[in-house]
């Protein structure tokens, strides 16, 4: 697991994000990491998105 710690890891959000959040994306397929074809023999890295759901509270 410590090879890949730097993945986890990202810089602040962008300041034109209202509600970032970071999700993992697969570098290969160009789609979210739930949606890879090749689990396990993709690069997966931590991206900030716009997060659609409003928080609750």
């Known amino acids: ?3 890949h ?3 986890m890891f990202i810089g602040p959000p ?3 994000m209202e ?3 970071g999700r993992w994306w697969c570098t290969v ?3 979210l ?3 890879c074809t090749a689990r396990g023999e993709h690069v997966w890295q ?3 998105m716009e997060n659609k759901e409003q928080p609750s509270g």
């Open 1 to 3: 697991m410590t090879r």
């Open 5 to 7: 710690r730097d993945g």
């Open 14 to 16: 962008p300041p034109d």
């Open 19 to 21: 509600n970032p959040i």
């Open 29 to 31: 397929c160009d789609c």
């Open 33 to 35: 990491a739930t949606e």
């Open 46 to 48: 931590m991206k900030w």
